[in-house]
């Protein structure tokens, strides 16, 4: 493999090893897939020629470091230019796995430092205003699906991309309370549905005007086909503009929402981890940070010695 386009089928087949093989989702094969050409890109200006899969062999750290400089002198922020090194760290293991190529110089470069975050909820009452369409059955069809959306989000703690995988036949109506969820890498979950998420999707297929197959996806835009993820975004955009919501409130701090809110109430972390499909429960504990106030309430009501 020593031709102009190996370089390209080889990136062809690590990504469909992502897919088929890590069960990676469609997002993160896109964000790999425009992260390797982006450095693929690079290496072509460094050259100036089509670079070769032999090339990647002889890349010394500071190849890597000058790639690091020249996406930063774009405008790429710290958090997806670690995204980027990750996805070019996973590649060259692959490479070495397969037994391509072996170069371990990408390990000597230090990783972007990326700003330590914390989810942002909404407070209970804006939560509640947000998803309040979703009892309403004198709006349009195209309000009900998105209110639906929203409820999935917050009332199931779903990602988008999973609120809006989800067939016809698998829409949680008052005889399925429960969803069977695939999430990231994957990994599956068991998901309550409350009463009042089965009432706004029923209210929304009720109003849908086109006739919808088992198999087809549930939710679905103006002209019939899959709903896309912007039209969800834009609708919290419309909301935040009306509730007066913060500009951190989005289609995915719903689910931040949904994570906290049980953490107050009580709830075990073991268990919103499961909820979320989170993998590590560390990843789980940010919320901690989020509600520690209510936490070292619980600690000094609940500690013998306190």
Request: charged letters at 25%.
């Amino acid at each position: 493999m020593d031709d102009e386009h190996s370089l390209e089928r080889t990136l062809e087949a690590w990504l469909d090893h992502l897919a088929h093989e890590r069960a990676s989702s469609a997002n993160t094969l896109d964000a790999y897939a425009r992260d390797l050409q982006q450095f693929s890109d690079f290496l072509r200006t460094e050259f100036g020629r089509e670079p070769l899969l032999a090339d990647l062999a002889n890349l010394d750290a500071r190849a890597f470091r000058r790639y690091m400089a020249a996406r930063r002198k774009t405008g790429v922020q710290s958090r997806s230019l670690s995204r980027t090194m990750s996805a070019l760290r996973s590649f060259f293991r692959w490479l070495e796995t397969r037994e391509i190529i072996k170069n371990r110089t990408i390990l000597q470069v230090q990783m972007p430092k990326v700003p330590h975050g914390v989810p942002k909820p909404l407070t209970i009452d804006k939560a509640q205003a947000t998803v309040a369409r979703g009892m309403d059955q004198k709006i349009d069809w195209v309000a009900a699906r998105d209110a639906a959306v929203l409820l999935l989000l917050y009332g199931c703690g779903l990602r988008i991309s999973e609120a809006l995988c989800l067939t016809r036949r698998e829409a949680p109506l008052q005889d399925r309370d429960s969803l069977l969820i695939k999430g990231k890498g994957g990994r599956e979950r068991l998901v309550p549905v409350l009463p009042i998420v089965q009432y706004a999707v029923a209210g929304y297929l009720e109003l849908c005007p086109y006739s919808l197959e088992p198999d087809d996806p549930l939710f679905v835009g103006a002209k019939g086909g899959p709903l896309s993820p912007r039209i969800i975004q834009l609708t919290m955009k419309r909301l935040r503009e009306r509730l007066e919501l913060p500009e951190t409130a989005t289609p995915h701090a719903l689910r931040h929402s949904f994570a906290t809110h049980l953490l107050s109430a009580g709830a075990d972390l073991r268990q919103i981890q499961e909820l979320l499909g989170h993998a590590s429960l560390s990843t789980t504990q940010i919320y901690t940070e989020v509600d520690r106030e209510h936490l070292l309430a619980v600690y000094n009501a609940a500690h013998p010695r306190a």
